[in-house]
């Protein structure tokens, strides 16, 4: 049996689970719940299809949600336990091989293997979109770019998925900051198929890393129906709206939205997302207190086993913003238990060591208010927070408390090395420009502060244009 979508040859699957398979991975590509069912009716008939139970476990994995780990690793568990492996094709043995080490919470090793495999089979396309989730949890620029990048060649313009192959490239391009080029290759990817939202998305980072928050929101706006309802993303790219949002000073517009789609996550990224944007407000003396408050409630289930750092961090800053230190407290004080037992091969066991923790010990240092001990943790690091996962946006909530904690310990020559460093990536941004003048204030230079503050009013109601 072949996989009719990429020409690969498939073990183990009749015809009908062999269409469902096409169609999950058709689904994954689109971000869509829909993956879910039709990688469960491939499994029905064929409940010994590698692929199909591949494609499972991946699923299962991939949300860094604990539970869904836990069930992927037994279900995957009795398919190998009736499975006879020396008789697999080469590419299925090496995506058990990937998929087990992910299990195994090698992260590193499973994104290792999976490049293998798209080096052999660059038409693959459940190794790519899963390796370039990997490289992303793992915050790994120049993977994201070049594992797509070196199998785009053996993908066509007539290619049903090709369109999506552009869209993840176009990410991995922005992660490694090429913004012209991943601006072009991500047009192109959503001029192909309009409703590619990794697509969308890749776009919004471009005009993000940028600056250029106008433009952003006018993408946005203008392709509304395509990304805004039926897909596990919506919640993401409205994050992404209200980031530019921010930038134009429209307070009243982030709460909105937060209100009517964020408030109410169901996942960790979904969370992820309400407590970054919220974190942000924190940071500029915007308290939600309800809305934290409510965000807090959500996440001690998702937060109860060590998995994934990135989510811990996260988790800390909505207890810090519900004014529920001793939860954050508690929540680190497990994860030093848990990095205290050697744990070799376990990505988020060295995550959470070198920078989870670290990054976690400074949120609660902010929100006691010792801003000269968030400098001190998050200083050293900084260039490295990339290690525990998630993209250049996402992160710049750890560089934006450092920035903050500076200011406010009135450590001036750290501040005043931050603020330069931003400008001179991002000169259109208000923020950055906000943020000049707040060091202008306390360095008493009354001419430059408001220089600074026309600056950033005169950014903000231009869409970041000078």
Same mark, same amino acid.
């Given at each position: 049996?072949?996989?009719?979508? %990429?020409?690969?040859a498939?073990s183990?699957?009749?015809?009908?689970a062999?269409?469902h398979?096409?169609?999950?991975?058709?689904e994954?590509?689109?971000?869509?719940?829909e993956?879910?069912?039709e990688?469960?009716?491939?499994?029905?008939?064929?409940?010994?299809?590698?692929?199909?139970?591949?494609?499972? #476990?991946?699923?299962?994995l991939?949300?860094?949600?604990a539970?869904?780990a836990?069930k992927?690793?037994?279900?995957f568990? #009795?398919?190998?336990?009736t499975?006879?492996?020396?008789?697999?094709?080469p590419r299925?043995r090496?995506?058990?091989?990937?998929?087990?080490?992910?299990?195994?919470?090698?992260?590193l090793?499973?994104?290792?293997?999976l490049? *293998?495999?798209t080096?052999?089979?660059?038409?693959?396309? &459940?190794?790519?979109?899963?390796?370039?989730?990997?490289d992303?949890?793992?915050?790994?620029?120049?993977?994201?770019r070049d594992?797509v990048?070196?199998?785009l060649?053996?993908?066509?313009?007539?290619?049903? %998925?090709?369109g %999506?192959v552009?869209g993840?490239?176009?990410?991995g391009?922005?992660?490694?900051?090429?913004y012209?080029?991943?601006?072009?290759?991500g047009?192109?990817?959503?001029e192909?198929?309009?409703?590619d939202?990794?697509?969308?998305?890749?776009? #919004?980072? +471009?005009?993000?890393?940028?600056g250029?928050?106008?433009?952003?929101l006018?993408?946005?706006?203008?392709?509304?129906?395509?990304?805004?309802t039926?897909t596990?993303?919506?919640?993401? +790219?409205?994050w992404?709206?209200?980031?530019?949002?921010l930038?134009?000073?429209?307070?009243?517009?982030?709460?909105?939205?937060?209100?009517?789609?964020?408030?109410?996550g169901?996942?960790?990224?979904?969370?992820?997302?309400?407590?970054?944007?919220? *974190?942000?407000?924190?940071?500029?003396?915007?308290?939600?207190?309800e809305? *934290?408050?409510a965000?807090?409630?959500?996440?001690?289930?998702?937060?109860?086993?060590?998995?994934?750092a990135?989510?811990?961090?996260?988790?800390v800053?909505?207890y810090?913003?519900?004014?529920?230190?001793?939860?954050?407290?508690?929540?680190?004080?497990?994860?030093e238990?848990?990095?205290r037992?050697?744990?070799?091969?376990?990505?988020?066991? +060295?995550?959470?060591?070198?920078?989870?923790?670290?990054?976690?010990?400074?949120?609660?240092?902010?929100?006691?208010?010792?801003?000269?001990?968030?400098?001190?943790?998050?200083?050293?690091?900084?260039?490295?927070?990339n290690?525990?996962?998630?993209?250049?946006?996402?992160?710049? #909530?750890?560089?934006?408390?450092?920035?903050e904690?500076a200011?406010?310990?009135?450590?001036?020559?750290v501040?005043?090395?931050?603020?330069?460093?931003r400008?001179?990536v991002?000169?259109?941004?208000?923020?950055? *420009?906000?943020?000049?003048?707040?060091?202008?204030?306390?360095?008493?230079?009354?001419?430059?502060?408001?220089?600074?503050?026309?600056?950033a009013?005169? &950014?903000?109601?231009?869409?970041?244009?000078a």
């Amino acid at each position: 049996m072949f996989d009719d979508q %990429h020409g690969l040859a498939m073990s183990g699957a009749g015809a009908a689970a062999a269409r469902h398979y096409d169609r999950a991975v058709h689904e994954l590509l689109h971000f869509r719940a829909e993956v879910a069912a039709e990688a469960k009716a491939a499994l029905a008939g064929s409940p010994g299809f590698p692929m199909g139970n591949v494609l499972s #476990a991946y699923l299962g994995l991939l949300t860094t949600e604990a539970g869904d780990a836990r069930k992927a690793r037994a279900r995957f568990g #009795a398919f190998r336990r009736t499975v006879d492996e020396a008789s697999l094709l080469p590419r299925e043995r090496a995506h058990v091989a990937a998929v087990q080490a992910l299990l195994d919470g090698d992260f590193l090793r499973c994104g290792t293997l999976l490049a *293998w495999i798209t080096v052999e089979h660059p038409r693959d396309a &459940l190794a790519l979109v899963a390796g370039h989730q990997i490289d992303f949890l793992t915050g790994d620029a120049r993977s994201l770019r070049d594992r797509v990048g070196g199998a785009l060649n053996a993908w066509h313009d007539d290619d049903p %998925h090709y369109g %999506h192959v552009l869209g993840m490239y176009a990410f991995g391009l922005e992660e490694a900051g090429h913004y012209d080029r991943s601006e072009e290759v991500g047009l192109r990817a959503v001029e192909l198929n309009p409703r590619d939202v990794w697509g969308i998305h890749a776009v #919004a980072h +471009t005009y993000e890393m940028q600056g250029r928050f106008g433009t952003g929101l006018r993408y946005l706006d203008a392709r509304l129906p395509d990304w805004s309802t039926g897909t596990f993303f919506n919640v993401h +790219t409205w994050w992404h709206y209200c980031l530019y949002a921010l930038e134009s000073g429209d307070l009243a517009r982030v709460l909105e939205i937060y209100d009517a789609v964020l408030a109410d996550g169901q996942s960790c990224m979904e969370l992820l997302d309400a407590a970054a944007l919220l *974190w942000r407000l924190h940071l500029e003396g915007s308290e939600q207190h309800e809305r *934290w408050r409510a965000l807090a409630d959500a996440w001690p289930p998702r937060v109860a086993e060590p998995f994934y750092a990135f989510n811990d961090m996260h988790a800390v800053m909505a207890y810090v913003g519900a004014g529920r230190i001793g939860d954050a407290e508690r929540l680190i004080a497990g994860r030093e238990a848990y990095v205290r037992e050697p744990r070799p091969g376990v990505t988020n066991h +060295t995550m959470t060591l070198q920078v989870g923790l670290p990054v976690c010990r400074a949120v609660v240092a902010f929100g006691r208010g010792d801003h000269a001990s968030v400098v001190e943790l998050l200083y050293p690091i900084r260039h490295r927070v990339n290690e525990f996962g998630g993209s250049h946006a996402q992160r710049d #909530a750890v560089q934006k408390t450092l920035l903050e904690a500076a200011l406010r310990a009135g450590l001036r020559d750290v501040a005043r090395a931050l603020v330069s460093e931003r400008i001179n990536v991002r000169p259109c941004s208000p923020y950055n *420009w906000l943020k000049q003048a707040a060091l202008a204030d306390r360095l008493g230079d009354r001419a430059a502060a408001a220089a600074a503050r026309l600056r950033a009013g005169d &950014l903000a109601r231009t869409g970041g244009r000078a």
